[in-house]
């Protein structure tokens, strides 16, 4: 029996019909991409799927007592918190006994009297439902996404707040885990650690992406919503594209034909007497069909037609730079580096987030002054510059103003466009591009904001994290461009599938301010990198289940190392065991009679615990690898 079945769903927003008649089924075990370009819906049907919507028509029906949890595609900024209660939350009712509890227990650690009282309420509370495994749960599921759980949420990174929303969603162990764009705003190691846990997850999973390379490593089955219709492709992604575009070119061919039979016959119905004389009742039924056919025809989301706007050509050199430092608060950002970018070259700008990529970008540019060496210029330079932030738009102003600036026209290699048929090229209707930019998607910031770039001619691009929320079409017209353009390309990107396509070499954030050259793109720099030395490799995803004893390693391993691999598992389930004795003493109802110093001595050995089995988890996998 399918987990879940999707039935003559239909459902519009505004005018627009999202869903029409779409029917569609989940089985166990599948890992589904739903794909479709920005604006088809894609979120709207997860949130369907969820149960957080109801579509106008249709019914959606699930297997009994299947648990369903979402990761939503944008992280709450306002989230408040130890990561410990915003995992928690995802236990509902049961969470927020658990937030108290730990609260509470806080209190009495720090040597509050007053705490006791609630703190009996609350355990009994937690008893008559069965909290304590659930707690158990909680901690355990922090410790294995290698999180801390006292930290505090709202000061996390991006890709750590990602994490523990993660953990949110799968404390709740789900049969069914939706994720919406989990990658955004991931650098690379994050990714490909997220890569290596979905992987080994064992529920099923439906998730939304444009990151190409994520996509084929962990889709089973396509889902395509386009125009409102859902079409199902068994297969990886590869085989989706070839079997997608024989279907669009079958689709084009019929529609040649559809509008070749319409225009025949509306010629031969405006002949009138003709066509009554006739009394070919039969053809002018067939032609009335004909003409409802085609107005009901969706048509195909346009494609962007997106064009680089280019300068005179600069001179060969562009950028020289000879043993720069660049130290912030005292910490190496950039240690003792030299590289010469001449005219043409297409340079990827490589490193996890933090690690100074926009800082070196700026220190090339002259934008800021290095500690030490120096950097040379080259002549003619006309610089474009893509900003990760969008700090080139102006909230308060539409589409059309933030590129028009004034103007009824733009200027595109020398020849002027009307400032609506070039929005057009981007995408934006005519009403859209009257349309605030506080309204707009993350994509459509993102179209938006390349729009006004390439209205400025250029001989240098440089482009700080351009393909956030853009669709697969959108980023494949953007590598065509950018293999077209004739000036100079700095681009800093986490889309490894980008990086691979565009660049002919890489600058890698190597740790403690080494950035190291590299001929090719991201693929080219894993096989030539060493392995020792690099930080920027994946983080290890943790397996569910205990580790077994390795008998045979990729690389030769030393004796130490390899005692160590064999000693593991147990050292990982001693630690196991005093964590879980641990958790019973204090789910007794006596344990917080026995005096502050006790309980804090406690719970700061749980928290040992915690961090212990993450660095054993970590230290095991990197050994295997």
């Known amino acids: 029996m399918s987990l879940l079945r999707l039935r003559n769903l239909s459902l519009a927003f505004g005018g627009d019909l999202l869903f029409d008649k779409l029917e569609a089924s989940v089985e166990k075990g599948d890992r589904i991409c739903l794909v479709g370009r ?3 819906g894609k979120s709207t049907l997860l949130k369907v799927i969820a149960g957080e919507m109801v579509a106008e028509e249709g019914e959606r029906v699930l297997s009994q007592g299947l648990r369903i949890a979402r990761l939503e595609q944008e992280v709450d900024a306002d989230g408040q918190g130890a990561v410990f209660d915003v995992v928690a939350g995802g236990l ?3 969470g927020d006994l658990l937030k108290r509890y730990h609260a509470i227990s806080h209190e009495l650690a720090s040597g509050s009297q007053t705490a006791m009282g609630r703190l009996e309420t609350v355990q009994h509370e937690l008893e008559g439902v069965g909290g304590w495994h659930l707690h158990q749960r909680v901690q355990s599921t922090v410790s294995r ?3 801390d759980g006292e930290a505090e949420f709202s000061a996390l990174s991006g890709g750590l707040k990602r994490r523990t929303l993660l953990a949110r969603a799968l404390v709740r162990e789900p049969d069914l885990l939706l994720l919406d764009e989990p990658t955004n705003h991931l650098d690379i190691p994050s990714i490909e650690w997220l890569e290596e846990m979905l992987r080994a997850y064992g529920g099923t999973l439906i998730f939304i992406t444009h990151d190409r390379r994520f996509l084929s490593r962990l889709a089973s089955r396509i889902w395509d919503l386009d125009r409102g219709r859902l079409s199902d492709w068994p297969g990886d992604y590869e085989n989706y594209l070839r079997r997608r575009a024989e279907m669009q070119a079958a689709e084009d061919l019929a529609f040649e034909r559809q509008d070749k039979k319409l225009a025949q016959e509306e010629a031969w119905i405006r002949q009138g007497i003709k066509a009554r004389r006739t009394r070919n009742e039969g053809r002018v039924r067939a032609l009335e069909v004909l003409r409802r056919e085609r107005q ?3 048509e195909k989301t346009g494609e962007a037609r997106i064009g680089v706007n280019e300068a005179e050509r600069s001179g060969k050199l562009v950028v ?3 043993g720069i430092t660049y130290a912030y608060e005292g910490k190496p950002v950039i240690q003792d580096f030299s590289t010469t970018i001449l005219r043409g070259d297409r340079v990827g700008i490589i490193g996890p987030n933090g690690c100074g990529k926009t800082t070196l970008i700026k220190v090339l540019l002259g934008g800021l002054e290095p500690g030490r060496g120096r950097v040379r210029l ?18 308060d102003l539409s589409v059309l103003d933030n590129v028009a600036e004034e103007r009824d026209s733009v200027e595109v290699n020398g020849k002027p466009r009307h400032v609506i048929g070039y929005l057009q090229d981007f995408l934006f209707p005519p009403a859209r591009a009257r349309t605030p930019v506080q309204a707009l998607s993350g994509g459509e910031r993102n179209r938006l904001l390349l729009a006004k770039l390439f209205t400025k001619p250029s001989n240098l691009l440089v482009l700080d994290e351009p393909t956030n929320d853009l669709d697969v079409e959108t980023l494949e017209l953007l590598e065509e461009r950018l293999m077209e353009y004739q000036g100079t390309v700095l681009v800093v990107s986490h889309d490894r599938a980008f990086l691979d396509n565009v660049i002919g070499s890489s600058l890698v954030f190597e740790g403690g301010g080494r950035v190291a050259e590299y001929i090719g793109g991201y693929e080219d720099w ?3 990198r060493p392995i020792e030395e690099s930080v920027v490799r994946p983080e290890p995803a943790v397996s569910k289940e205990k580790p077994k004893t390795a008998t045979s390693s990729k690389k030769k391993l030393s004796y130490k190392d390899q005692r160590e691999l064999e000693t593991l598992p147990q050292r990982i389930e001693a630690l196991e065991t005093e964590q879980e004795a641990l958790h019973q003493r204090m789910a007794q109802p006596d344990f917080y009679q026995a005096g502050g110093l006790e309980v804090a001595v406690a719970k700061q050995r749980l928290e040992e615990l915690e961090k212990e089995l993450a660095l054993a988890y970590r230290r095991w996998e990197e050994l295997e690898a």
Request: glycine fraction near 14%.
């Open 92 to 94: 509902g009712h049961i």
């Open 320 to 322: 020289e730079a000879e």
């Open 145 to 147: 996404m290698g999180l």
């Open 296 to 298: 009901a025809r969706r």
């Open 378 to 395: 080259g002549t003619k330079l006309e610089i474009a510059y893509f900003d990760q932030l969008r700090a080139g738009l102006r909230e």
């Open 526 to 528: 894993l096989r030539q």
């Open 38 to 40: 920005n604006g088809a």
